[in-house]
């Protein structure tokens, strides 16, 4: 499977952003799509993940309830971020994993290029 986000931007704080991840080739129904982001000097960190069958989501904690990941029927992982703060800044990128609730960059494969989001305060 490749993988491709798009949807990256600058912002203000406190507004919100649609990032999408394309997918094409075979992306198994019992997988898990993921988007992680990275800050400068940082390490990659996970943001939220859902499973290709069935919706079922996770997220981390720091954008639980501002954040909202979904999967759309033209096989697209999206990520819904509203209430955006300076922290949220990064490169996002989304990637697949067979393992549930992973969360671990490790855990995940087929990364996709990843799209800048900044978020001015």
């Known amino acids: 499977v490749q993988l491709q986000a798009s949807g990256g931007g600058l912002v203000q704080a406190g507004g919100s952003l649609r990032l999408s991840c394309a997918t094409s080739?075979?992306?198994?129904?019992?997988?898990?799509m993921g988007w992680f982001r990275q800050s400068p000097g940082k390490e990659r960190e996970f943001v939220a993940g859902?499973?290709?069958?069935?919706?079922?989501k996770y997220y981390a904690d720091s954008v639980k309830g501002r954040f909202t990941i979904s999967r759309d029927n033209a096989k697209n992982v999206n990520l819904q971020m509203n209430s955006l703060t300076p922290e949220d800044t990064g490169i996002y990128y989304c990637?697949?994993?067979?393992?549930?609730?992973?969360?671990?960059?490790?855990?995940?494969?087929?990364w996709g290029q990843g799209t800048q989001v900044t978020v001015s305060s």
């Open positions: 859902v499973r290709v069958s069935g919706g079922s």
């Open positions: 990637a697949t994993t067979p393992v549930w609730g992973a969360r671990g960059p490790s855990d995940f494969r087929s």
């Open positions: 080739g075979r992306t198994l129904s019992s997988h898990t």
